[in-house]
């Protein structure tokens, strides 16, 4: 009891003033941890840590940190994991593709031996990066790159939406049908004529191929026709021709007076 601390010393001087202190003294070991446990590690608890043992994943973690994980896990699953087989079975099946296609489960007969095992492994894939023969993605995928697609992948799924398909282009669950029917342009399964790579787009204005109706050159020349309009031309100047008898009696026009009858003066006038 000297061992306890903080709220577990507090929990047992409660519990030996309910149950007095000769039947405290008086209690056995197994007595004892199963109040103990029965307080500190209710049911509910332990359920979610054995779901969480069970769906425990290897997602970019080293070997010892997730063997860490795995150990601290197992120890509130005795009655869930009983033999030595069960654990090297959870164990194998909790690491990545990259370690299980190494490993072979059956050959093992201890924990402690696949656990070396697999880190030989990552000692083995680590080398092969320096080699330049695998890249480091693929032998310690980011965690965060895998968390923000499965948390959109929710979004998507909280709204109604589904992701779109691979072969259609459009969203909906479950399998395509689409899948294993074949394009009517390039005769090969796997997509539709709409994400066909071989497709040719058509114009729906000259129906030639080549460019949509958008990027008809049809309908370009006119748009930029009528984009940029021509200038109006300008008015032309006009003349008219007078006599000096003439000018003086029209009002706008001025002519001079010391100008003999005999001489005829030409008086222009321009007017737009």
Not at 10 to 16: I, S, V
Not at 32 to 38: A, R
Not at 132 to 152: F, L, M
């Amino acid at each position: 009891m000297g061992q306890l601390r903080n709220q577990a010393k507090d929990w047992w001087d409660n519990k030996k003033k309910e149950m007095g202190a000769e039947a405290a003294r008086a209690m056995t070991w197994d007595e004892f941890k199963e109040l103990f446990l029965k307080h500190h590690s209710p049911k509910a608890v332990i359920n979610r840590i054995k779901g969480e043992f069970i769906q425990l994943r290897q997602k970019g973690e080293s070997i010892d940190k997730i063997t860490g994980i795995f150990m601290d896990k197992l120890r509130f699953c005795d009655k869930l994991v009983t033999t030595e087989e069960q654990k090297i079975y959870y164990y194998y099946n909790m690491l990545s593709a990259e370690y299980r296609e190494f490993i072979t489960p059956s050959k093992y007969e201890t924990l402690t031996e696949i656990i070396n095992t697999a880190r030989e492994r990552e000692i083995e894939l680590k080398k092969q990066v320096e080699r330049g023969e695998r890249r480091a993605q693929d032998v310690n995928p980011s965690p965060t790159k895998k968390a923000r697609t499965a948390e959109s992948g929710k979004k998507l799924e909280a709204k109604g939406g589904s992701p779109s398909c691979q072969v259609c282009g459009k969203g909906h669950k479950g399998e395509c049908r689409f899948k294993d029917k074949p394009c009517p342009v390039c005769g090969k399964t796997g997509h539709t004529v709409l994400l066909c790579p071989r497709k040719v787009s058509v114009c729906y204005k000259c129906y030639q191929p080549g460019h949509k109706k958008s990027e008809c050159p049809e309908l370009v020349g006119k748009r930029d026709t009528k984009e940029s309009p021509t200038e109006a031309p300008k008015a032309k100047a006009r003349s008219f021709q007078l006599t000096a008898a003439e000018a003086k009696t029209e009002p706008d026009v001025v002519s001079d007076e010391e100008t003999t009858p005999e001489f005829t003066e030409t008086t222009t006038e321009s007017r737009l």
